[in-house]
């Protein structure tokens, strides 16, 4: 029997909204599948910082690193602004991000045909962009040191830096990646400009020998912005350093139709750690209207890397197709005249069509 232990730190904002209907649905898949998921709750950011003074309190690493996997909904808060790096809501993501290791965050960002007339985009550019992000997310400028905001002298510094096994490591990840898709890979750099992109492509050029079957090619940060958006279906799998990830990866929010649908897993280190891509969103946040389909996506990464569940993920990802072909909508994705389903109501219809397609195949497998 699969038993999972899965500590969730849903977080702030719409951490807790979108996470809700994530786990609502794992519940269910553990009960339909006869899996023993353990579901335990946590606090990180802003809600810890208020509640314990520190946004990643030790209850919450050692409870985080006992998991077999941790789900995390975002963290952070204009009320927090004011705050040096350090001392933020997100300091404890990063916290919690270095002590379970995973350097490879997956990041897909792909077009649902229901929700072609959302992207601004023309419908024929998107149709059938399908692209995997493979995001370093150890390194860079995130953890370099040395950092510091110097008031004496009004200047401030942050560190690029990376080691060429650190390279390695995501190259590695994202060559399998790329063998197992549509064998290609774009690495992403700004190698015209810092020496750090300069290691970074002599690194992943020198791996590539070793992939025969994957078309490597580089492109600048700049221009691969501007491609993504004109050309998004010439991409399969994009590597890219940490913080060059995380923008391309929002920007790729723009061909799905909101940011409120993207998913992630990081992979690679001693827990593996979900989260949607989108924030705390505090525009919305205690408004119960949040799009809850990227955390739910993201319970789908969570069941096939942490679970070896592939056939519920699928289920998970066929029941959100399903819904957006039956015209359901939040309100990020309703167009004028449309009425907007709520958080909730837009998890329990997907919860509904999960059991439905999770009842369907065991009853094909029962005769
Ligand atoms: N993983 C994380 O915890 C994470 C990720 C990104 C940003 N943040 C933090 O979140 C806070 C807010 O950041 P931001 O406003 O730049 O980014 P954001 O992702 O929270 O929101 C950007 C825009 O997208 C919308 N949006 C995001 N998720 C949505 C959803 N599920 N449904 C509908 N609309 C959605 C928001 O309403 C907002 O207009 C900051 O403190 C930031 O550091 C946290
Ligand atoms: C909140 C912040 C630390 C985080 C990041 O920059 O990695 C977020 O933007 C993300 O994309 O997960
Ligand atoms: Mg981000």
């Not at 077009?111 to 072609?116: E, G, K």
């Not at 992403?188 to 020998?209: F, G, H, M």
Request: charged letters at 20%; aromatic letters at 6%.
């Amino acid at each position: 029997m699969t038993k999972l232990k899965i500590l969730v730190v849903a977080g702030d904002g719409i951490g807790p909204e979108v996470t809700g209907e994530a786990v609502r649905i794992l519940r269910s898949v553990a009960e339909l599948g006869g899996y023993d998921f353990q579901i335990s709750e946590a606090l990180i950011g802003g809600v810890a910082i208020k509640q314990q003074g520190t946004p990643l309190p030790a209850a919450t690493l050692s409870a985080a690193l006992e998991s077999d996997a941790v789900l995390l909904g975002a963290v952070g808060g204009n009320e927090f602004n004011s705050l040096t790096p350090d001392k933020r809501p997100e300091a404890g993501l990063l916290q919690l991000r270095q002590a379970l290791g995973g350097f490879a965050n997956l990041r897909p960002a792909f077009a649902f045909p229901a929700l072609s007339s959302n992207s601004p985009l023309r419908p024929e550019v998107i149709e059938g962009a399908d692209i995997l992000f493979v995001r370093e997310l150890l390194g860079g400028l995130y953890f370099g040191e040395p950092r510091q905001w110097d008031r004496a002298s009004n200047s401030a510094w942050n560190t690029m830096r990376y080691t060429r096994d650190e390279v390695v490591r995501v190259a590695r990840v994202a060559f399998e990646l790329a063998s197992m898709r549509r064998k290609k890979l774009t690495s992403v750099d700004k190698a015209n400009v810092l020496e750090v992109s300069q290691l970074w492509r002599a690194t992943v050029t020198e791996l590539a020998p070793q992939y025969p079957g994957v078309t490597l090619e580089h492109q600048y940060v700049d221009a691969c912005a501007m491609h993504l958006m004109n050309t998004p279906r010439n991409f399969d799998v994009v590597l890219t350093e940490n913080l060059f990830g995380d923008i391309l990866s929002d920007e790729s929010a723009v061909i799905t139709g909101s940011l409120g649908m993207l998913p992630s897993a990081t992979i690679g280190g001693k827990v593996n750690l979900y989260e949607p891509v989108h924030g705390s969103a505090p525009d919305i946040a205690g408004k119960g209207i949040a799009n809850p389909l990227g955390a739910i996506l993201t319970a789908a990464m969570l069941l096939r890397h942490s679970g070896n569940l592939e056939q519920e993920a699928q289920a998970i990802e066929t029941a959100v197709r399903k819904v957006l072909e039956q015209g359901h909508r939040t309100a990020d994705l309703v167009r004028a005249g449309e009425t907007p389903l709520s958080t909730q109501e837009m998890g329990k219809l997907v919860h509904q069509s999960v059991n439905e397609i999770i009842d369907r195949h065991q009853a094909m497998h029962a005769v």
